[in-house]
């Protein structure tokens, strides 16, 4: 037999993305991808993209972990980490100017609340970094051989020896 579990959860919203927010001042959980599965269940859970974990070291300094609805996890969001900011904003009663520095699996990412209060609504910018060029990978299947190639200087696909 199962024991209930009670925690508390806030539901943000953040253009077009919802998410669970769990503060971890609640406590660790050791099954997060399955929380994460049945929190977010649209026709189950509480329904939603994404399973926030909060943690608030000071009152500037917030962790953030990602969960998909699938459980597993996401480097970041930029609709997520408002949403983030937004759930510890209110618990620490913040007010508009507030620099948050947020640690993420995809590093340190700076947000700004730019806006007081509004119906529990707060506008929040995200320095989300250098967009860093990607490097397109193609995979050739030759007849009992596998190739991959990757963009060249030229933009053109480069056959490497490689397997499946």
């Given amino acids: 037999m199962s024991v209930p579990m009670h925690v508390s959860l806030s539901k943000h919203h953040g253009l077009g993305n919802d998410f669970l927010v769990y503060d971890m001042a609640q406590g660790d959980q050791s099954n997060w991808p399955q929380l994460s599965q049945q929190w977010c269940e649209r ?13 608030i070291v000071d009152n500037t300094t917030l962790g953030m972990r990602l969960y998909n609805a699938d459980g597993s996890i996401a480097e970041m969001s930029g609709n997520g ?40 609504t707060v506008h929040i910018s995200v320095d989300m970094g250098y967009v860093e060029e990607n490097t397109h990978v193609y995979v050739y299947i030759v007849p009992d051989k596998a190739y991959t190639g990757v963009d060249d200087e030229d933009g053109l696909p480069t056959p490497q020896p490689g397997g499946l």
């Fill in 43 to 55: 026709s189950t859970g509480v329904g939603a993209d994404g399973l926030l974990l909060l943690t």
């Fill in 81 to 120: 980490i408002r949403c983030l900011v937004q759930a510890a904003h209110f618990t620490l009663k913040g007010i508009a100017g507030t620099v948050y520095d947020v640690s993420t699996d995809a590093g340190t990412r700076e947000a700004v609340v730019t806006s007081e209060w509004d119906d529990d």
